[in-house]
């Protein structure tokens, strides 16, 4: 399928998790040794659930709304085919 010109780059990189990932990363290595895995997970879910709440977690890294265009055009193409078949 091809994906509309402003997508491309979108696609070839991987940047937000990556970005969460260093921030987790980070924040795991300034506090050293974890008593347990427990622990360990309670940092990284309240990392998590904080992106999420902030404004940083609610920006779009796709706008999917020109992905829906490209499906209604094509299945609009799809069903003229068929028509035109059928009446042939």
Known sequence: ???????????????????????????????????????ALMLVAARLRHVAGTKWGLRRYMDMGRLREMDQVLAERTTETAETTAAA
Request: hydrophobic fraction near 30%; avoid cysteine; aromatic fraction near 8%.
């Open 1 to 39: 399928m091809a994906f509309p010109r402003e997508h491309w780059r979108s696609l070839r990189t991987n940047n937000p998790l990556e970005r969460l990932n260093r921030e987790v990363r980070r924040r795991t290595r300034m506090v050293g040794a974890f008593p347990d895995g427990q622990s």
